[in-house]
């Protein structure tokens, strides 16, 4: 049985993405929680170096 989930544009957009750069390989099932913390999760900001932040 299958069962489809709509989802906002920014989520859709999201999963592509992660498609595209190869971040996402499983190689299991995920549970419905498992699959929206993934989704979720908060990015990391870009970290500056001294010299970017001191310009």
Same mark, same amino acid.
């Given at each position: 049985m299958k069962s489809t989930v709509s989802v906002s544009k920014e989520v859709k957009e999201l999963l592509e993405k992660e498609e595209r750069d190869g971040d996402k390989v499983l190689d299991k099932s995920l549970t419905w929680d498992e699959f929206?913390? *993934?989704?979720?999760? /908060? *990015?990391? /900001? /870009?970290?500056?170096? *001294?010299?970017e932040a001191r310009s």
């Open positions: 929206f913390r *993934e989704v979720f999760k /908060p *990015e990391e /900001p /870009p970290k500056l170096t *001294e010299e």
